[in-house]
């Protein structure tokens, strides 16, 4: 017998995919302009995120992060989510990063407009993220990223992030 993909998986995928590409919001922005500080340098950035929740507490992930920051993230939902705008919610997040060199980076807390696809799956349509610093070579950088993917609050997130980080020299 053949594996079969649940019917409403296959749904669930079919609506990501179309808000992704039907939606012109959703493609990734175009990196916001380098700093005004001629002594510092940018360089993009992305990858993927995959985090499991209540590897911490229930509302905090936990995972790994690839590409050029790869290492450990984990994400806490700060509060209650929020209904949005045309059928959306809201959720507000303090991101967490530690490279694989060991250097942290800190983050302004962030806000993630999703599309519900279950009781528990949601769809990332708009996750702007602000780094802003760091220790190591990220001490004094500051960065922009944008990022799609899912959110499942029964077990985790996956999600792709893109942008740029600016050096301080």
Known sequence: MKN???KARVAALGVLVFIITATPNLTP?????EPADPNSHCV?????VMTNFGAIDPRTTL???????RGAVSGTILGTPEPGEGNTVVFHI?????TESGDTLYFDPATATTVPLSQTVFAIVSLPVHLKGGTGKYAGAIGDFTNIGEVNLASGTVFRYSGHVCFAE
């Open 63 to 69: 995972g790994l992060a690839t590409g050029d920051l």
């Open 29 to 33: 922005q175009t990196a916001a302009a």
């Open 44 to 48: 993009p950035v992305g990858g993927t």
């Open 4 to 6: 079969r993909v649940p």
């Open 94 to 98: 303090q991101h967490h990063w530690v």
